[in-house]
């Protein structure tokens, strides 16, 4: 078992620790863990966009590390390539997210936001609010129109292929998705209403 003292040591005792885990030692990846760390959490903090993240992106991290071992070169810079795939993965986190907002906000009318911020409620709890409440009025709709939604914004098919696979016409399927878009709308402003934050 290592000390606190090793952040500050030669990367020969990382390397070291590497070598024991390719050679089948898996609790040796724990002294990596334990030596490097405190460095990658101070890393994660300074480049993720949200400091609650910061535990699944070094779990992440480390996952893909004891995965990839093999890949690191001996007597470069073990830190200096955790880091690497730390920041690969807040990347493709952050990706994610926008992709997924992209796609939500479609499904209700973002506006709303203003209201929650004059009322004092943290952007990210009232994001979660509106959530669930969204989440809950889809499963309120019908198996045709959820159907048509994941078909648009999850699938990202157009009007015409929607109505081709439903055998509908493009016009009815515009139709249908504008006002499944102001039920939804509304239903989640009834929902954050009844909680509150509206």
């Keep these: 078992m290592h000390s606190s003292t090793e952040l500050q040591e030669p990367g020969d005792i990382i390397d070291a620790a590497v070598a024991e885990v390719r050679a089948g030692n898996v609790e040796a990846f724990g002294d990596i863990v334990r030596m490097t ?111 048509m939604l994941l078909l648009r914004y999850e699938a990202r098919k157009k009007s015409h292929e929607i109505a081709r696979l439903l055998d509908r016409s493009a016009n009815a399927v515009r139709t249908a998705l504008k006002r499944i878009r102001f039920a939804l709308r509304d239903c989640v402003a009834e929902a954050m209403a009844a909680e509150g934050t509206i």
């Design 37 to 147: 760390q405190e460095d990658l959490r101070a890393f994660l903090l300074w480049v993720c966009p949200a400091r609650s993240v910061v535990d699944d992106m070094a779990q992440e991290a480390y996952l893909l590390a004891f995965r990839n071992i093999a890949k690191y070169t001996p007597g470069t810079n073990f830190r200096a390539w955790l880091r690497a795939i730390a920041r690969n993965r807040v990347a493709n986190h952050v990706r994610s997210a926008v992709a997924r907002c992209k796609r939500e906000k479609k499904f209700g009318d973002a506006a709303v936001l203003e209201h929650a911020f004059e009322d004092g409620i943290a952007e990210a709890e009232y994001a979660q609010l509106r959530m669930r409440a969204l989440r809950a009025c889809m499963d309120q709709l019908s198996e045709q129109n959820r159907r």
